[in-house]
């Protein structure tokens, strides 16, 4: 039954996907916003993919590459509907609704069914942990997603080629306002994944840092943004040296992740 779900979620955000960018070619808002409905179709399905799978083995299984994922969209999705309630940049969903969809797509590669997790992984600490480290990585998803959209948006003005497709895109001022919000929420998110990962992580090596890769390349991370939203906060960074700032700060904690994830062994063998 949970594979069920995935599938039908992962129709969902295929549907959704070419909605949106068939509103991008035509132009039309009210395709995105048909397509939003469909995207949060797709967050339903996912959501019961994830009930059943904690009905049926009492714990949220999140413990390899490719469940994790799947995590993500689901995460990523969640957070962009929350935000589009908020904001109204449907367009917005031309972004993320593809991105969820190919992570749907590597995550059916391996996805399976109810398995027995090892008891280390059936705590609630490693939810929690799991939970806020990719919601606040979601978060700087979204982040880059509202620079790269501010990139596009500060040069067709810059060059005066303001048409039907550059008042598609929200403003300036709404998507430094988004990579904002973001930023200003991931970081915090995060920072609690990474505190309640080290008090996991005494629990089960009986130290708080092993100097494994991904706990390496999380720090590196947070370091990162520390840095970014410092600038943000206490210098007054803001449109187009923010929105370039985040793209390639996101840019780089994906390379991080692929980089570890290809070429070393970690004892962090979830997420």
């Not at 390899?64 to 929350?82: D, H, K, P, R, V």
């Not at 990719?134 to 990139?151: K, Q, R």
Request: overall charge positive; proline content about 3%.
């Amino acid at each position: 039954m949970d594979l069920l779900f995935f599938k039908l979620a992962l129709a969902a955000y295929l549907i959704s996907t070419l909605g949106y960018t068939a509103s991008l070619v035509v132009r039309k808002v009210q395709i995105a916003k048909a397509s939003t409905w469909v995207l949060f179709s797709a967050f339903v399905l996912h959501a019961a993919f994830y009930l059943v799978q904690l009905i049926l083995t009492g714990a949220l299984s999140v413990s390899n590459f490719y469940e994790t994922l799947s995590f993500f969209a689901w995460i990523l999705c969640g957070i962009y509907l929350i935000l589009q309630l908020k904001t109204k940049t449907r367009v917005l969903g031309a972004f993320i609704s593809p991105v969820a969809f190919l992570l749907m797509v590597g995550a059916s590669i391996g996805v399976e069914g109810p398995v027995s997790l090892p008891d280390p992984l059936k705590g609630g600490l490693v939810t929690l942990h799991v939970t806020l480290s990719i919601a606040g990585e979601a978060l700087f998803a979204l982040a880059s997603f509202a620079g790269a959209m501010y990139l596009v948006q500060n040069r067709l003005i810059k060059e005066k080629s303001i048409g039907s497709f550059s008042r598609l895109l929200p403003s300036l001022g709404e998507l430094d306002h988004i990579n904002h919000v973001c930023l200003l929420w991931g970081f915090p998110l995060l920072t609690l994944g990474v505190v309640v990962g080290s008090i996991w992580a005494r629990t089960v090596w009986g130290s708080h840092w092993q100097w494994d890769p991904k706990q390496v390349w999380t720090l590196a991370a947070w370091v990162l943004y520390a840095l970014l939203l410092h600038q943000r906060l206490a210098l007054g960074w803001k449109g187009r040296r923010v929105a370039l700032s985040s793209l390639l700060a996101f840019l780089a904690l994906l390379a991080g992740f692929i980089l570890e994830k290809a070429f070393f062994a970690a004892a962090h063998k979830f997420m």
